[in-house]
Structures are given as C-alpha cells and as structure tokens.
C-alpha cells in the first residue's frame, strides 16, 4: 500500500508561484509514474503533468511553459513548480503514483485570486 502525502498549497496572487511537495512511501514493487492531477469545482479531474517509468513528461496544454514536475528518485518525492500563476489555476491539487495500481493523495487546495 503506497501512501502519498502533500504540501505547499495555499492561496497566492495572480502571477505568483507555489511549488507543491509530493512524498510516496510504502511501496514494496517500487513506484513508475508520479505526477499531479487537479479538480476545479464543478469539473472533472484532470492531469497537470506527469514523470512515466521511462522519464518522459507530459504536460497538460494549459500548463506548458508555467509549471515544471521534477521527482527526486531516491527519496519518492514529485514537485510541481507553479509559475505565473491564474484564477483558472485554482483548484485541489492531487499527487498521482502507479506502483502497480493507482495512488492518489489527500489533495492540497491552490487558490489563485487577487
């Protein structure tokens, strides 16, 4: 059972920057993919970005040029920096991981407003 617990949400002005934390444990088959996903309100649940099992990255079109996902391997950890932040960035921020089977976190709100 893999546990993934974040942090570094919050609320920030428009054009601001947040970096959220993702630390994994508990995994015993070793976790591939990490990555975040976010949910408005009132809407689906989509992809943010993502690191795959072979290193590739893909960014949601929305995001490209703003955020970056990085992972430290070693210690399981994903980071999404946030940059140039929007009010249409605002919504619950969910860390992702494959360890044979999906992991979600708890969510950590990111609220963009001036």
């Known amino acids: 059972q893999v546990q993934l617990v974040e942090s570094g949400g919050g609320l920030v002005q428009p054009g601001g920057s947040l970096r959220l934390s993702c630390a994994a444990s508990?995994?015993?088959?070793?976790?591939?993919?990490m990555g975040w996903y976010r949910q408005a309100p009132g809407k689906q649940r989509e992809l943010v970005a993502i690191?795959?099992?072979?290193?590739?990255?893909d960014y949601a079109d929305s995001v490209k040029g703003r955020f970056t996902i990085s992972r430290d391997n070693g210690e399981n950890t994903v980071y999404l920096q946030m940059t140039s932040l929007k009010a249409e960035d605002t919504a619950v921020y969910y860390c992702?991981?494959?360890?044979?089977?999906?992991?979600w976190g708890q969510g950590t709100q990111v609220a963009v407003s001036s």
């Open positions: 992702y991981a494959w360890a044979i089977g999906d992991y």
């Open positions: 508990g995994s015993r088959t070793g976790i591939s993919s």
């Open positions: 690191i795959r099992s072979g290193g590739e990255i």
